[in-house]
């Protein structure tokens, strides 16, 4: 994985034929990458410069979301959310990103990505100041650092079996168990997880 700054030319033959914004990549069985084993990563953004993602079943219960608030300097008070952090990818993990939901129409503000149709990704302090208060989204969670691809690199990934790719139900981020959650994932591709292992396995 390397960093969405997105420099450098793009492999021969890949093209960015589709737009991955809005869909998960779940990992396959035979990942090379350790950091990435059985994950499942919601595309945020997805061009022809490269791509950004968030890892949704890595979760941090380490680290408090109030600590953070307070590293921050955000003085929180007896309502303030106790929202989850995550693992969000090995690029930046200083920086944070908030995942959460938002009416399906409606402008958006500065520093507001919208995902999909009710899912929207907030970088500014505001959102966490909201938060602090007990207001804000019904449903967000925190994630530190993000996933980024060059030009191409997803691409050349994908076609060395390195993802899947479906379609990020809400349900998926904000509510499956995260042991659940690369099952989950594949079993709503109509994809039996075991299978794919047991064929994963074979010479």
Not at 16 to 21: D, E, G, I, M, S
Not at 143 to 148: E, I
Not at 183 to 195: C, H, K, V
């Amino acid at each position: 994985m390397s960093s969405p700054d997105m420099h450098g030319s793009r492999p021969v033959g890949i093209q960015n034929r589709t737009n991955l914004t809005g869909k998960i990549l779940i990992a396959m069985p035979g990942m090379a990458d350790p950091r990435f084993e059985r994950s499942v990563v919601l595309i945020c953004a997805h061009t022809d410069e490269g791509a950004m993602g968030l890892v949704l079943n890595r979760p941090m219960p380490e680290i408090d979301f109030g600590d953070l608030l307070e590293q921050l300097g955000i003085a929180t008070d007896a309502s303030a959310r106790r929202i989850e952090v995550r693992f969000g990818g090995p690029v930046e993990p200083g920086r944070g990103f908030v995942l959460h939901n938002v009416p399906e129409h409606g402008d958006d503000p500065e520093g507001r990505l919208r995902i999909g149709r009710t899912l929207a990704m907030t970088t500014t302090r505001d959102i966490l100041e909201d938060l602090a208060h007990g207001h804000g989204p019904a449903s967000a969670v925190l994630a530190l650092g993000y996933a980024g691809w060059g030009p191409g690199q997803l691409e050349q990934e994908m076609l060395q079996n390195g993802w899947l790719t479906g379609d990020g139900a809400e349900d998926l981020i904000f509510s499956t168990a995260h042991s659940d959650k690369w099952q989950a994932a594949l079993r709503a591709q109509g994809i039996d997880p075991s299978l794919l292992s047991a064929a994963a396995g074979r010479a």
